[in-house]
């Protein structure tokens, strides 16, 4: 500390220049350094999945998800699963009217299928910054999320993400081709 005359009200003390630049430096590298964890959670196994046989979003090896479908380069295919996809309007997160229809047909497979769950995932066109898109997606994801819950598909067996721009189906410039990335997808485990 440095002792520093402070005009006619007296002494004051205040931390020196390099001592602070120290200090800061030192608290950087103790927050990257322990952000920076590879090890996976506790009882996780080689697969990434813990003892329940779920990953972290609470999911068992989502088969249908679109990041599975872009790692094995079927993004788009056509095997998107037995629940159908919903679209969103430009900049929007409602549930459209006829969308209701195909939540409700969702709702009555995820019924008949109680040992199911799914991962709704939101996804947008790629207009926007990517936080936008990423926070839309996640609205989307729980619009469906929120709108199954009231057809009385319990909370425990659906979990959301978003994708934001980042997973397009579609990659022209196209008002066409935005409404088909504007989406909700359900990936279905078991």
Known sequence: MIRVHHGR????????????????????????????SSKKPAGAGANGLNSNGMNENGMNGTNGSSLSGMQNGTLGGGNQGPLSDIHFGYNDSAIQ????????????????????????????????SEEYNIALGARRAQAAKDYLATLGIGADRMSTISYGKELPLCSDETDDCWAQNRRDHFAVSQ
């Open 9 to 36: 009200d007296g002494w004051v003390t205040r931390a020196g220049g390099w001592g602070c630049v120290a200090a800061m430096g030192v608290l950087v590298m103790g927050l990257a350094l322990g952000g920076c």
């Open 97 to 128: 009217s006829q969308d209701g229809e195909v939540l409700k047909a969702n709702a009555a497979w995820l019924t008949n299928h109680p040992q199911s769950r799914v991962q709704i995932e939101g996804h947008c066109d790629d207009r926007g």
